[in-house]
């Protein structure tokens, strides 16, 4: 199977500074990728997307880039606020089969 | 519109038992993806029906199935319960197969003692 894990399980971090969450993916022949974000509750959602053929992407306050020489993959984000307190994780799509494979995510927490 | 609903959202059941958990995926959408989500091993892909099928499957035992009705809404079964089954599982729907745009519900939160 694949394997997508995160450097960090945890992360604190004070309000207004910016948030760096890595990502490590396995499978070379992944073409997509989503990072989600999950507040305590609730299901994931959507934050930001990246395709292979791209190194950077940017979001409203969110930035995801792609390092395909060493499989990581990154989500900042600028300027965090308490509302970004949640796990954060990353999935991958292999360019074949239709199946994502997930991280087991970071806890970020911000500090007021 | 509505989101994707999952019920019962908390469950406690016992080993040897069955369970049956339902997703009311939002209006519209035709495909409904499982997913079992555990500190350890993340969110690992269950199946997924789109038209009342079963297009994928992820690498879990018999034990687990599902079914979709002609209005989209899914249930999944877990039969024999055992204490690693406890776990949040998870709804998502898309309008298309496959899709890479999922929505998710809030989950249901299974515990077996």
């Known amino acids: 199977g694949e394997s997508v894990g995160l450097h960090l399980p945890t992360l604190s971090v004070q309000e207004g500074d910016n948030s760096i969450i890595n990502c490590a993916y396995s499978?070379?022949?992944?073409?997509?990728f989503i990072w989600y974000k999950q507040e305590s509750g609730k299901g994931p959602q959507f934050i930001i997307d990246?395709?292979?053929?791209?190194d950077k992407r940017q979001g409203q306050r969110v930035t995801v880039l792609l390092n395909k020489t060493v499989k990581h993959l990154s989500l900042q984000i600028a300027a965090t606020q308490p509302g970004d307190s949640a796990v954060y994780f990353c999935?991958?799509?292999?360019?074949?089969?239709?199946?994502?494979?997930f991280g087991t995510g970071t806890s970020l927490t911000v500090i007021p | 519109k509505a989101g994707v609903t999952q019920t019962p959202r908390y469950l406690i059941k016992t080993r040897g038992q069955q369970v049956t958990l339902s997703c009311s995926p939002i209006?519209?959408?035709?495909?409904v993806s499982w997913y079992q989500q555990t500190p350890g091993q993340g969110l690992q892909f269950l199946f997924e029906y789109f038209s009342e099928t079963q297009r994928n499957k992820g690498n879990f035992p018999g034990r687990f199935s599902g079914r979709q009705f002609s209005n989209s809404r899914s249930e999944m079964n877990v039969s024999t319960l055992e204490l690693g089954d406890s776990a949040l599982y998870l709804c998502?729907?898309?309008?298309?197969?496959?899709?890479?745009?999922?929505?998710f519900g809030p989950g249901t939160r299974l515990t077996v003692t």
């Open positions: 499978n070379s022949a992944s073409d997509y």
């Open positions: 998502a729907s898309s309008f298309y197969s496959s899709s890479y745009e999922q929505y």
């Open positions: 990246i395709r292979s053929n791209m």
């Open positions: 999935a991958e799509k292999p360019n074949t089969g239709n199946q994502f494979y």
């Open positions: 209006s519209g959408h035709r495909s």
